[in-house]
C-alpha cells in the first residue's frame, strides 16, 4: 500500500468515527460528512481489492455503503437507465412522483433530469444520507427534485402523488408486506415501480447477509411475484409488468471475495448473464404495480 493511500485511510478512519459519534449525539458537521463522502469515492477500488480496515455499524451510512452511493454520482448505473425505459410510459408531465429509499440522490437526480416536466420528491430514512442528497442538490441546478427524510415502515400520509418509484430498495428491507401495506394505505398512488430481487414461483426468500470483516448486516431478499401480486390485489392493485433486468455488460468476479460486489458470469448459448454479489444470485426484476381500477 502506497504512503499516501495508508495516510487517506487513517483520514477516513478518523472521519468515520466522527461521522458515528456525531450520529449518537445527532450532530453532523457538514463539511465533514461531505468529505468523507468523497474520500469513500477515492476509495473504492482499494476497499474492493484489500482487506478493509474499517469497522462499521449496519446501515447505508457505513463506509461501504457510501462507496456505493458517491458511485452512481460518478457514473449512472446500467440499472437505472434501463429503469427509466420501464417506466417511462408511466411518468406524467404536471405530475408527483415519490421515491422511496434513495439514498444520496444519485439514481433520482437522473431520473428527475431525464422527464423535467414532473415533480420528484425522495425520502430516505437516514438523515445522513439526505443530507449529503440535500448539499449535491445545492450545488445542481434542477427544479423538479427534493430530498426529505421519511421511512418506508412509518410513511406520512400524503396526496395527490400519481407514481412511486423505489430502486433496490424493497429487497434490502426486512420484510414484503408491511412496506407495500404503507405505500398502499399512506401514499395512495395511481402506480409503483420497483426495482428489485424476485422469484416467478409461490417461494420467498429471506437472507440477511452478514460481511464479517466489515462487521455489516444487509437483508438481501428474494420475494415471489405471487406474493406480491396477493398482497396488491388485497388493497385494489394489481402487478401489471414484470421484466427481468438482464445486464448487457460483463463484470468480472472480484479477487477478493471478503465483501458484497456483483460480479457476471455468462450462460451457455445464451446472451443471458447471471448477476451474482457474494455468495447470492441476484434475480433482478422491474415490477410495475397499478390501481385494479385504472384499466
Ligand atoms: C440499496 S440502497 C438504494 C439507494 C438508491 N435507491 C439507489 O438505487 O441507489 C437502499 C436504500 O434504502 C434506504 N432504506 C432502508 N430502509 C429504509 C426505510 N425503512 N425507509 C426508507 N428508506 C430506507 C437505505 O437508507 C438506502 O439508502
Redesign the pocket.
Known sequence: MSLSLTYIHKLYQHFNTVLRLSAKFALFPRNLLEISFILSTNLHLHLLYNKSVFKTSTS?EDSLSLI??SK?WMETKQSTYAFVKFIKPKVMAGKKVLD????TG??LYYIAKTFPNTQFNG????KN?ILLANQKLAKLEIANLKFNQ????RLKKLKQIDGVVS???IS??KELRKPMTQIFKKINPNWICMSGLFYEGDISCKTLVYDHSLEREVYYNTYSLKELNRISNFYGYKLTKVKPFKIDIDISEPKNKDHMSTFTIQIADSSDRLQISGPILLNWYFVMIEKSNNS
Open positions: 447505508w456505493y452511493h452512481q422511496i429509499g434513495c439514498g444519485a439514481a425520502i430516505d430514512k437516514s444520507l421519511g421511512n418506508l415502515f430502486l433496490q430498495t434490502w428491507v
